[in-house]
Structures are given as C-alpha cells and as structure tokens.
C-alpha cells in the first residue's frame, strides 16, 4: 500500500472523528478544499510542511497521518501466494506498515478445547499481524472474523473486541502486533 492511502485513510478518519467537513479542515488547516479532497482521495504527495499544518488542525501529530492505522480485515491466502526471488531466496512478501511505534512477536498456540480466546483491546492504532503455522483458525474483530487457514495472513485492527479461535484440535500463529508510539502503555501484555 502506497503512503498517500495511509495519508489519505487517516486523514479522512481523524476528520470524521472530530465532525469536521472538508471545508472546515480546510479552514482550520489555512488549506484549500480541493487539497483535503485530493489529500483523502490519495491523490497528493503533500509536502512535510502541509502535513504538520494538517496535523495541527486535526490536533494529532505529523506521525499519526503517516502511520498505519487500518481499519480493514486483510487476508492474503496462503493458496494465491506470490514468491519472489530476491538475492538468491524465495520471498514472500507479507504486508508493510508505515510510521514508527512499537513491535511486538509472539508465536501463539490455540487449542480447540480453550475455544474462543478474546484478548483485550488494544489503544487506537494497534494492529495484528497474523501468519498462520499450523492448523486452521477463525480470527479478527468480532462480527468481522475471518477463517484462516496454514499459510494465510490476516491483518486487522487490534483496538476493538477482537478474538482467537481454533478451527482444528489445535493451531500455531506467529503474530506481530504493531503499536503507535504515543498508544504504547503495557507491552509486557498484549495478550
């Protein structure tokens, strides 16, 4: 995904979040409308200056525009998979999150006698990485969940209820949860 779809996404949400309208933005930005408009329509390269400015007005920081921040359930199957080489390896390449924050790795094993394991929302910006090892699993936000095979990748947003559930006896994920800076409190515990 390109950096002007995060800025775009991001903006547009930030925007909404606080009630303003395009032109209200715009005039709290000192930007015109049509520069918001191609701003959430991914269609700006905006120079650092037009970001700080954009950030001030939505009252957040530069990096908040540029981070990942989806909202949206990704799953890559592991069936449709693409590899590339690239000095010699096969390559697969998973997903790319843009800004800074925190990382955090963990290997998870769900067993189907636990049933459905709901860990506790994270902060605004949180994102689950997920790589399925072994088994299947249903997993994502909830009313949003998808199932997930050995070899899939789902991403989605770690900040509202979300859960874990084995499909089979039991199954191996390897899960990078990614953290805005500002939202990071309690690493020892993401789960």
């Excluded at 090892?133 to 900040?159: H, K, M, N």
């Amino acid at each position: 995904m390109a950096i002007s779809s995060v800025i775009a996404r991001n903006t547009k949400r930030f925007r909404e979040d606080r009630g303003y309208s395009q032109a209200v933005l715009a005039g709290r930005a000192g930007l015109s409308k049509q520069t918001i408009i191609a701003l959430e329509g991914g269609r700006s390269n905006p120079t650092i200056e037009t970001l700080e400015v954009l950030a001030e007005a939505l009252g957040v920081s530069a990096r908040a525009l540029i981070s990942e921040m989806g909202n949206e359930v990704l799953l890559q199957s592991g069936e449709l998979v693409h590899w590339q080489e690239q000095g010699g390896l096969a390559v697969r390449n998973l997903d790319q999150v843009y800004g800074s924050g925190y990382v955090y790795n963990a290997v998870i094993r769900l067993e189907a006698r636990t049933g459905v394991v709901r860990p506790r929302a994270g902060t605004r910006g949180m994102l689950r990485h997920c790589y399925l090892i072994e088994g299947r699993a249903e997993l994502g936000p909830e009313g949003r969940t998808v199932e997930a095979d050995e070899g899939d990748f789902v991403r989605f947003p770690g900040e509202a209820p979300h859960l874990f559930r084995s499909i089979t006896s039991s199954a191996l994920i390897f899960v990078v949860t990614t953290m805005p800076q500002q939202s990071m409190r309690n690493l020892t515990n993401t789960f």
